[in-house]
């Protein structure tokens, strides 16, 4: 028995997680505050953590290029997940903290894990300057408003520190930060920045690697964005080499298609909510990985923005096998369309 | 033809199965005894290892700081990169008991115990948070049922009785500790190039659990205590079993002999013997082991209560069926049947191919042989004086007593062939000669019997006036140490002021009892302040001090030792003796303090109390004249929960509980010694009285009735017994005075004055004589009922 199998039941609450979503994420939210449409996002404050709120998470992909032209992708994240609502100095606190951290090369995935709980120091999220963190593992904010960052974190058989710098504004998913994940009208609040001009150093079992590239980072806060009948989803940000940006996910229904959504991102940071019909996301071909099949090369399509791209996992292996295991790492576009992006599936 | 032999082998035993039997019951009695004490060992041991192995596996590295560990500490080390585990221990009382609180973070602990890992998977909002539920051994929640004040608890096998294991989270809220940590449990691989600990965290010492932790230690002289006494119940066994054997071999020379003149090759028959002797004791070692298991079951319990009082040890009072001791006692029931049998098939071995069946089975000890055995016996004593000078105490004790009493049983029968040639020399009538010289004859016969009655009721005796003397002087130690009439304890820092405020008018004295842990001599002691009070001058148990030895205490500029500290510590009067780090005084008495596994030390409160600031101020002695009226009024008027105030006579009378349960399992090892010893007389009588019909037949042809010869045997065996009994008195002295005063330093660390108890020894020698005449009852009634016609036969088959 380790820790890990006990934090996933933590977010899975008590083993009906077909009835309730992936990771626990459509059960009822008693308690909690919910998201209310209409609700004006502020800058700082929401950078920082929102204790009244189940769960929460910083979450930054990174596409990256070595000098001899090898994809490499980066994830950084920091899950936040609360017993009851509020906070607390010492034990009594009720927050929970998750990191994950990923290193994806063609033929390597490397990944580690970390949990703490809130009210000690070992994690949390603080201003001024921004900084996230987790054990060693960090997120530090190097300018105004989250458009610097420094990111560190190492685990079994890898290590990296990069720098991120965007120029564009944060950009407001859904409703101005008012996410929409189902037809029930579950919701969350959402802002990205798909921005970041990356740059910085992997270490890998052979040794160091100089990359540059691009990141994109994902806030989001909720106490039940699923609905129960919601199984999991499939999610993609992708950079397109023209400067758009595109982020789409289908949340797969137990008895129904799925629910899908997304935003185009102009080049200038102009974002456009996509409805459920603007975007379909359809899986192509399915890889084996530990034990599961999951499609490893999706169709995404947008016939408004006359969008038709097939995205394919640089390494069909990159699964996270951690407390609630998923897949996600980088894929390399083609099509209408070329660029990089990240794909996460979870729930197979 | 292996099959023939075989069958005529074995027809001897269904021919006698008497003798079958007590082969078969003497191995197994002995088997039984010994493997009861291992698996009561091992039981308790296993309960340490689970104790001291929280995490699982090997006892983990701590980090501790003075006043406890700090969240920032915590977090430093962490985002230092360091895997460490908050750990939140402290004590609850519950209905009376006191329970050890231990919380956890399942989140960053290195491992966890599986009851608690099974069940953060399946509900982790049960486990995680202030509301979660708790868990505790199965025995520990019987106790505890519908106790107020305590989280909903389950039971997980794997976790120390008496213990309660929480997230740390609810163990914060229950010790009222919202950010405490006692120590950080360092997980066992560490990333490498990290920063030292000592930079990050500059207050944290780190601490290496020694093995098996404090208490295995502690606890190893006791243990090592009932091993002896498993071990002598076994020699005591292998006496009887010795005796079977030899007797089957030689009442089976005919046989042997008529089998190899038939062709039957020596390796055969001597394969074929060990054979069968193997396969005899496989039977009687597996229900020797099952016998075990049950004694071991019915002991368990106040093994389990005499630890708990003596060390303060958790032993769960459930025993397990743990291969390790069943094949322990199945192999040392082979091996003692493989010893006992030993020098019979030598003797099978050598025997010339036509030898004559010998006239008297039993008559092979010569008095060369008498010589050779005592000057055995001589040597034993004195390589067990050799091994007390040369080894550890403990060791060296034990080596001694051995010595001493397998020494005493190998020189027995030449004491006793000595002292019959005595009397035989004395004797001028015709009848009172041949009955001294036809005693000797059976002193062989009977030796292996006599030893081990001896063994036993020398066991008796010493033991009996060991438990007697520390009870002696264990109540008059109480008396004196527990002056006070009544023990309050408060809950917090204020209620204390609060109740010696309340207490000051209507009490004689308020004495506090306050406390600080500390480390001496590398183990865990702990340093009281005492108020300066004739109660102390008049009544504390001090073993040797300084004249003044009061008033410099009292100044602050000394301080009193207990014995065990002082013995452990090789501290002498006068010596200085770090109390805490940087303060220093020297030792002006030594007191004892029996009962207590810690080093302990007194001084004046005030000094106390300015060496060590947050000193908890909770717990007082009172003096009063009517504390059952004190009793109601602190209940009543001052509001204190009935379970904060014990009265004097209640801490007797728990002591003397602790005190006795701590003898039963001696007690009733010794009583099955005794029967074990009783049951090799019995034997041996029975085995003799068959082939005396020889010896007496003459002797009743010369017109003694069978009635006068039976009564003349009765007596006989009832002097033997008492001789040997006699002899057992002084044995049994020796044998307590090394218990008291080598055994039991070594063991608890307090020496105990010896008392001696003659009406125990009466006893002793009434239940020897006893034992004697039920033994001999039974061939003298045969004696007395053979038809005259079979004293005949003997004339006209006489070999």
């Keep these: 028995m380790n820790v890990k199998a006990a934090f996933a039941a933590l977010l899975l609450m008590a083993a009906q997680a077909t009835a309730q979503g992936f990771a626990g994420l459509g059960t009822q939210a008693e308690g909690f505050a919910v998201p209310e449409r209409g609700t004006p996002l502020t800058f700082p404050q929401d950078h920082q953590a929102h204790p009244d709120y189940r769960i929460e998470w910083w979450y930054i992909t990174a596409n990256l290029t070595g000098p001899d032209g090898t994809d490499y992708g980066v994830q950084w994240t920091l899950f936040r997940s609360a017993t009851a609502p509020g906070t607390d100095e010492g034990w009594q606190n009720p927050q929970v903290w998750m990191g994950h951290a990923a290193l994806t090369t063609p033929t390597a995935h490397h990944h580690a894990e970390r949990l703490a709980r809130g009210g000690t120091g070992q994690a949390g999220v603080a201003p001024a300057p921004f900084a996230a963190w987790i054990d060693t593992w960090q997120m530090l904010g190097t300018g105004p408003d989250m458009d610097s960052l420094a990111l560190t974190a190492e685990g079994e058989g890898f290590a990296y520190a990069l720098t991120l710098n965007a120029e564009p504004p944060l950009i407001l998913q859904g409703e101005a930060g008012y996410s929409v994940k189902s037809r029930d009208g579950q919701a969350s609040f959402y802002y990205s920045q798909p921005f970041y001009q990356a740059q910085g150093t992997l270490t890998l079992p052979e040794g160091e690697v100089p990359v540059t590239g691009t990141a994109w980072l994902d806030r989001e806060w909720s106490s039940q964005p699923l609905s129960e009948s919601q199984t999991g989803w499939d999610w993609v940000s992708l950079s397109l080499d023209d400067g758009r940006r595109i982020m789409g996910f289908a949340l797969r229904e137990e008895d129904a298609p799925a629910f899908h959504s997304g935003t185009v991102i102009e080049a200038d940071g102009t974002a456009t909510p996509l409805s459920p019909e603007e975007i379909t996301l359809t899986p192509l071909a399915m890889a084996q990985t530990h034990g599961r099949s999951l499609p490893v090369e999706w169709q995404v399509t947008l016939p408004g923005h006359s969008i038709d791209v097939t995205i394919k996992a640089v390494n069909p292996e990159a699964w996270m096998d951690t407390t609630f295991p998923y897949w996600e790492g980088p894929v390399r576009i083609s099509g209408s369309h070329t660029g990089r992006g990240y794909l996460e599936m979870t729930g197979y | ?799």
């Design chain 2, 1 to 799: 033809m292996i099959r023939t032999a075989l069958g005529a082998l074995l027809s001897h035993w269904r021919r006698r199965p008497g003798q079958l039997a007590t082969l078969l019951i003497g191995l197994m009695l002995a088997t039984a005894l010994f493997s009861a004490v291992q698996a009561i060992n091992t039981e308790a041991r296993a309960s340490y290892g689970r104790a001291a192995a929280l995490f699982g596996g090997a006892p983990l590295d701590s980090l501790r700081a003075e006043g406890g560990v700090t969240l920032a500490d915590y977090a430093a080390l962490r985002r230092a990169g360091w895997r460490v585990s908050p750990v939140l221990e402290g004590d609850l009382r519950v209905t009376g008991q006191s329970l050890r609180l231990i919380g956890i973070d399942p989140l960053t602990a290195p491992a966890l115990p599986s009851a608690i890992g099974a069940a953060l998977t399946r509900a982790p909002t049960d486990i995680l948070g202030t509301g979660a539920m708790a868990f505790t051994a199965p025995q520990t929640l019987a106790t505890l049922e519908g106790a107020a004040g305590l989280p909903p608890l389950r039971a997980a096998e794997g976790i120390p009785p008496g213990r309660i294991i929480a997230d740390i989270a609810l163990a914060a809220r229950l010790l009222g500790q919202p950010s405490g940590i006692t120590r950080l449990v360092l997980a066992p691989e560490q990333p490498s190039n990290l920063p030292p600990i000592a930079e990050i965290a500059p207050g944290l010492t780190r601490e290496t659990p020694e093995a098996g932790g404090d208490i295995a230690r502690l606890t190893d002289s006791f243990h090592l205590n009932l091993t002896a006494f498993g071990l002598l119940s076994f020699a005591v066994g292998l006496f009887i079993v010795h005796g079977a054997i030899g007797l089957a071999f030689e009442q089976r020379r005919p046989m042997l002999r008529s089998l190899r003149a038939l062709g039957v090759p020596l390796r055969s028959l001597i394969a074929l013997l060990l054979a069968e002797i193997m396969t005899l004791a496989l039977i009687a070692g597996a229900l020797g082991v099952t016998l075990g298991y049950l004694v071991a079951g019915a002991l368990l319990p106040d093994v389990a209560a005499t630890l708990r009082g003596l060390y303060g040890a958790e032993v769960s009072g459930g025993l397990q069926f743990r291969p390790a001791w069943a094949l322990g006692g199945l192999a040392v029931a082979l091996g003692g049947a493989a010893l006992a049998s030993g020098s019979s098939l030598w003797r099978v071995a050598q025997m010339p191919l036509l030898s004559a069946a010998q006239p008297r089975a039993w008559a092979r000890a010569s008095g060369a042989a008498l010589r050779r055995q005592a000057l055995a016996g001589a040597a034993l004593f004195a390589l067990g004086l050799l091994a007390s000078l040369a080894l550890p105490s403990l060791t060296g004790g034990f080596a001694l007593l051995a010595g001493l009493l397998i020494g005493a049983a190998l020189i027995l029968p030449m004491l006793l062939t000595a002292g019959l040639a005595l009397g035989q020399s004395r004797a001028k009538a015709g009848l009172p000669q041949w009955l001294w010289a036809d005693t000797r004859q059976q002193v062989p016969g009977l030796s292996l019997a006599l030893m081990a009655l001896l063994l036993a009721l020398a066991t008796t005796v010493g033991v009996g006036t060991m438990v007697s003397s520390f009870r002696l002087t264990f109540t008059g130690w109480l008396d004196q140490r527990l002056a006070s009439e009544l023990y309050v304890t408060a809950r917090t820092e204020e209620e204390g002021a609060a109740l010696r405020a309340f207490l000051a008018p209507r009490a004689d004295a308020v004495l506090p009892i306050w406390s600080a842990p500390t480390r001496l001599n590398g183990r865990a002691a702990e340093v009281y302040g005492f108020a300066d009070h004739p109660t102390y001058r008049d009544n504390w148990p001090i073993l040797s001090g300084l004249p003044e030895m009061w008033d410099q205490v009292a100044r602050g500029e000394a301080a009193l030792v207990n014995e065990q500290l002082a013995r452990r510590a090789d501290l002498t009067l006068g010596q200085n003796l770090e109390i805490l780090p940087g303060w220093s005084l020297p030792i002006a008495g030594i007191y004892s303090d029996y009962g207590n596994p810690e080093g302990q030390v007194m001084t004046s409160l005030t000094a106390l109390a300015a060496q060590v600031p947050n000193l908890p101020r909770l717990r007082h002695g009172v003096r009063s004249n009517s504390p059952a009226a004190l009793r109601e009024a602190l209940i009543s008027d001052f509001g204190l929960p009935p379970d904060a105030i014990t009265d004097q006579a209640s801490i007797k009378a728990f002591s003397l509980g602790v005190f006795e349960r701590t003898f039963t399992v001696t007690a009733a090892l010794n009583v099955l010694t005794l029967g074990v010893a009783g049951f090799a007389l019995l034997t041996a009588f029975l085995t003799l009285s068959s082939m005396r019909l020889p010896q007496l037949a003459p002797v009743w042809a010369q017109g003694i009735t069978r009635r006068r010869l039976g009564q003349i045997e009765l007596a006989r065996s009832a002097a033997l017994a008492g001789f040997t009994a006699l002899l057992a008195i002084p044995l049994g002295l020796a044998l307590a005075w090394v218990l008291l005063k080598v055994v039991n330093v070594a063991a608890f660390g307090w020496e105990l004055p010896m008392f001696v108890f003659p009406l125990q020894w009466l006893l002793a020698l009434g239940l020897a004589v006893l034992a004697a005449l039920l033994a001999a009852w039974i061939p003298m009634r045969r004696l007395a009922r053979t038809p005259p016609a079979r004293f005949l036969q003997v004339f006209a088959h006489e070999r």
